[in-house]
């Protein structure tokens, strides 16, 4: 499972890259409309800073600290900043799941996320279907407001 996992992981940071990359006017990942209160830019520093605060840190052993108001609050990221981030990200969920023993897959995640324990598998395929429920939030974004 951890293979298909680390696919899935990868393919979508992959489709994050290229969302972002697509983006005509760089300025526009930043772009607020109406009801849309997280442009692209923030919801992939989200993504970023999901991924390496639970991968990273209870996975692969990085020292990351989370600052999660600034996911949200910061504006104005250079894209090709944004861009060494996420490819530092697939790195780090790589070394996260190759890590995993079938004895970790079987077990509980480190750590309790929401109010009760939950498994290993059960925690990282949330995390897979958090990061793609927000790439199709980037990508209607971009096709929306970068024009």
Not at 12 to 30: G, H, R, S, T, V
Request: hydrophobic share 40%; proline share 3%; net charge neutral.
């Amino acid at each position: 499972m951890k293979h298909e996992l680390l696919e899935i992981f990868t393919r979508d940071l992959n489709k994050l890259k290229a969302e972002i990359l697509a983006y005509k006017n760089e300025k526009n990942i930043w772009v607020k409309d109406k009801d849309i209160a997280n442009p692209a830019g923030n919801l992939c520093l989200h993504l970023i800073g999901n991924l390496n605060a639970y991968i990273g840190v209870y996975l692969a052993g990085t020292d990351y600290v989370r600052q999660r108001p600034l996911e949200f609050s910061a504006t104005g990221t250079p894209r090709e900043i944004l861009v060494a981030q996420i490819e530092s990200t697939i790195k780090v969920v790589e070394k996260g799941l190759t890590n995993l023993t079938d004895k970790d897959l079987n077990g509980n995640f480190p750590i309790v996320i929401w109010e009760k324990p939950t498994s290993m598998t059960y925690t990282l395929v949330h995390l897979a279907s958090h990061l793609n429920y927000h790439l199709g939030q980037i990508n209607y974004h971009r096709r929306l407001l970068d024009v």
